[in-house]
């Protein structure tokens, strides 16, 4: 355990961050997850209205340093790519 003052201070303030991080990556996760769902039970509707805010919570993750760029970057590709795929099929 830490002793000196700074030390402590810096103990509350990584715990503060830990907490917001976790939050925020859970957010992240949730939305995908909600996304996938769309995807799946093939909503292309629901799917265009929700691209927009799912690309936006994966790039302030990137931003904030949750995951990296690149990773937010195959994210929003894959996502892009099942998406076009699904909007190509014609409709049966």
Do not use: C
């Not at 000196?4 to 715990?15: D, I, M, N, Y």
């Not at 769902?37 to 265009?48: R, T, V």
């Not at 927009?52 to 790519?81: H, M």
Request: glycine share 4%; aromatic share 4%; charged share 35%.
């Amino acid at each position: 355990m830490a002793n000196h003052v700074s030390a402590l201070k810096r103990v509350r303030g990584t715990e503060r961050k830990t907490d917001v991080n976790r939050l925020r990556k859970s957010r992240m996760r949730t939305q995908i997850k909600k996304f996938r769902k769309l995807l799946a039970s093939k909503d292309q509707a629901g799917l265009l209205k929700e691209l927009p805010v799912t690309y936006s919570i994966v790039d302030r993750a990137a931003r904030w340093g949750i995951i990296k760029k690149n990773t937010a970057a195959r994210y929003k590709s894959r996502l892009t790519a099942r998406v076009k795929a699904l909007v190509a099929q014609p409709a049966a």
